[in-house]
């Protein structure tokens, strides 16, 4: 390790102690004692002092490991007897290399692969933005938001260029939650960097030309005050890439089901939150439909309704959902945003090592309305959170598709499995794939036998189908990893909705039992047909509410339990059920 001290001499000579203790924070350790003397003239004077951390516990990102943390004093002993001078300060112990792509490295690349501790590893992230426009940094919104990324299986956050440098709360938080990120407030470098949860300077967003005497001057002193992370002029660039075909330039959705990068530094959809914020914001118009065209509705749309976002949310929403009323319009959109981000990401994880990493846009909102966020502005979370959630588990089966749209076609879809910690390493497994038409009957099944290796990404085969089992309304696909005769991963799909908008929520439906005990909630489907899209909610507390899985799949006769945050009465709703429970 080394320790950079800066000492100033007010009324007595520079000539003393300096005494470090470090001990472990957050776990159990012995502490560590080191001693320097000091003999100076001068009256402002740095010191550097190397020095050896024994048996070190390192700081790993979310889901590869602890995050372990120090707590350091360093305290100045004045040889004359004055009174001593104390700092605290927290780090943690890692590494950061970037390794260039498969192929070497090139000339008008960055090395985009992050190596953490020795180890290179897919990057699973998104974007965050100043939390506030009118700047509420507390500490427990900071917590909420973090906690659930993490819940979502996020690792590093693209701190946006166009907000504030956050707080210590915010990198202390991360640091605890082993999220890393990319910052661009470079007088802010002394404050952070002693953070391992910072992994990268980034000087501007989005310019394609990230040039220029101050662009300069922010690598130079990232260099100078800190030289342990890497420097990347901008981003998108240099083999990152950001992309929004889909919404800004109308492309249908297929579009984010096929499209490839080195990187994602960005991309997303934007949807509409939960019915409860929109009512909010809405105030009086909040009971008129359609919405007026220069109304609140529209004034919390990106740009204010100046881009035509209202024919963009009747597009993506209209793939799934008629324009009948503002619950279906919400879903709708919802549910785009869920295809839109779920099918990228797992694409990109499946192009292990020549994608290294995808960061969607984004985790945040500092104002209420229509956003790419999947937390909205009052902290209720969207359904995109908990399809992210299943798609970026360290341990998934996932299905690619190269559109949305299979019906009467024949299609082979490829299956890979994902196990980012080789937590299946030598042990026997099946992935087991079932298929359902729109009257949720099976159309096929397949399940792919294996045993566990040090594959972080396994190709299992593919799944054909005819032009009679894709011929429906609706296609459903789910994913179970199964072992030692236990599920322990579920994922599913859904396709062919275009068909007839509104056919999502107009399956054979079912019933489901829900029992509760303290913040457990048991669901059991009691009905002859699976329940899909499975979800539980706090009416008027859909802002505080954290739900450890949501918006599932249940078979027949199957029994989930979900954790909740709340003590609050819970509701039970499905795409599928004959009534709330």
Not at 250 to 274: C, K, Q, R
Not at 302 to 314: A, D, N, S
Not at 343 to 350: I, S
Request: aromatic share 12%; hydrophobic share 35%.
């Amino acid at each position: 390790m080394r320790l950079a001290v800066t000492l100033k001499k007010i009324n007595a000579p520079l000539k003393g102690k300096l005494q470090i203790r470090v001990v472990p924070k957050n776990f159990e350790g012995a502490p560590q004692f080191f001693e320097h003397e000091i003999n100076s003239s001068k009256k402002t004077e740095q010191f550097s002092f190397d020095f050896k951390i024994d048996a070190p516990r390192l700081w790993w990102p979310n889901d590869m490991g602890e995050q372990s943390l120090y707590d350091m004093t360093v305290a100045f002993i004045p040889r004359n007897g004055a009174r001593p001078d104390v700092e605290k300060t927290s780090f943690g112990i890692r590494t950061i290399d970037m390794a260039p792509f498969p192929g070497g490295e090139r000339e008008d690349r960055y090395n985009w692969t992050f190596v953490i501790n020795g180890k290179p590893m897919f990057v699973k992230g998104t974007g965050w933005c100043t939390m506030d426009a009118l700047m509420d940094f507390s500490r427990e919104k900071y917590d909420r938001l973090l906690s659930i990324a993490k819940s979502q299986h996020i690792q590093m956050m693209r701190a946006w260029g166009g907000g504030l440098p956050e707080t210590d709360d915010f990198y202390e938080l991360c640091d605890k939650y082993g999220i890393m990120l990319q910052e661009t407030v470079v007088r802010n470098m002394k404050r952070i960097r002693n953070h391992p949860s910072l992994v990268m300077w980034g000087a501007g967003n989005e310019s394609d030309k990230p040039f220029g005497p101050a662009i300069d001057m922010m690598g130079r002193l990232s260099l100078e005050l800190d030289g342990s992370r890497p420097f990347h002029r901008g981003e998108a660039w240099g083999g990152s890439d950001h992309n929004y075909n889909c919404w800004w330039d109308d492309a249908h959705l297929n579009h984010n089901l096929n499209m490839t990068a080195p990187f994602w530094g960005e991309f997303g959809i934007a949807s509409l939150p939960h019915i409860e914020t929109v009512r909010r914001y809405l105030d009086e118009e909040k009971e008129v439909w359609p919405p007026q065209r220069s109304g609140n509705f529209t004034h919390h749309t990106p740009i204010f309704g100046t881009m035509r976002e209202m024919e963009k949310l009747t597009q993506y929403s209209g793939y799934f959902m008629p324009k009948d009323s503002l619950a279906s319009f919400i879903l709708g959109s919802q549910l785009a945003q869920v295809v839109g981000v779920r099918h990228t990401l797992e694409r990109a994880r499946t192009l292990w090592p020549h994608t290294t990493g995808a960061l969607y846009y984004k985790m945040n909102d500092n104002y209420p309305g229509v956003s790419w966020s999947c937390v909205d502005y009052y902290g209720i979370i969207k359904p995109v959170h908990y399809f992210v959630q299943k798609s970026f588990a360290p341990l998934a089966a996932v299905m690619l598709f190269d559109r949305s749209n299979l019906a009467s076609q024949e299609v082979s879809l490829p299956v890979y499995l994902l196990d980012d910690c080789q937590t299946l390493e030598k042990e026997p497994y099946q992935v087991k794939v079932s298929i359902y038409n729109a009257l949720l009957d099976t159309v096929a099944t397949h399940t792919f036998n294996g045993i566990g290796d040090d594959n972080v990404v396994k190709k299992l085969g593919e799944i054909n189908l005819n032009r009679e089992q894709t011929k429906s309304t609706m296609l459903f696909f789910v994913l179970d990893i199964i072992k030692d005769n236990k599920n322990i991963y579920r994922n599913y799909y859904f396709t062919n909705y275009e068909v007839r908008p509104g056919s999502i929520v107009s399956m054979p439906q079912t019933e489901i039992k829900m029992e509760r005990t303290g913040n457990m909630v048991t669901l059991t489907n009691t009905g002859k047909h699976p329940a899909i899209g499975v979800h539980v909610e706090v009416p008027e507390k859909m802002d505080q509410l954290i739900v450890s899985e949501n918006y599932i799949w249940l078979n027949p006769q199957e029994s989930k339990i979900l954790k909740i945050n709340l003590e609050s009465p819970v509701i039970v709703k499905g795409w599928n059920l004959q009534s709330p429970y």
